[in-house]
């Protein structure tokens, strides 16, 4: 549920304990647990989401491979792929300018180079990529 920044993880007790090292000194609020167990009520909704981002993650994941500024599209089990690109601070300046938000990850250890970008609706999806196509660098 990232939308109410809301995550789960499900782990064994010596990673929980990890965790519990470093999570902030606060639990989730009211609301945000309220909205959680509605959630948890529909998982049918729940399972239509998550097939359309699956779908839209490998649709975006594709279409970005072929175009002449990204240089490789990382795997992804999550709701973004890390997109290694040409000269991402230019590509995240002019996403900017259109509208879209991507994270920029260039200077990042291990992710130079990169944009973070999240997997939207489909709409969103295909105007990243429209954007992109017409990205004056390429």
Do not use: W
Not at 14 to 26: A, G, T
Not at 85 to 100: F, K, N, R, W
Not at 112 to 120: D, F, M
Request: neutral net charge; glycine residues 4%.
């Amino acid at each position: 549920m990232a939308g109410i920044r809301l995550g789960m993880a499900f782990a064994s007790k010596e990673i929980i304990h990890l965790f519990n090292k470093v999570k902030p000194p606060y639990n989730i609020n009211q609301l945000t647990q309220e909205k959680a167990l509605e959630a948890l009520q529909r998982p049918e909704e729940k399972d239509r989401m998550v097939e359309i981002l699956l779908r839209e993650r490998e649709k975006l994941e594709t279409e970005l491979g072929k175009l002449p500024s990204v240089h490789r599209v990382y795997p992804s089990d999550a709701n973004f792929l890390l997109v290694r690109v040409t000269d991402p601070h230019a590509m995240y300046t002019y996403l900017v300018e259109q509208g879209i938000i991507v994270r920029n990850r260039a200077n990042v250890h291990l992710c130079e180079g990169s944009l973070r970008i999240s997997i939207g609706t489909p709409e969103e999806n295909t105007a990243l990529v429209a954007a992109l196509k017409n990205y004056p660098n390429d």
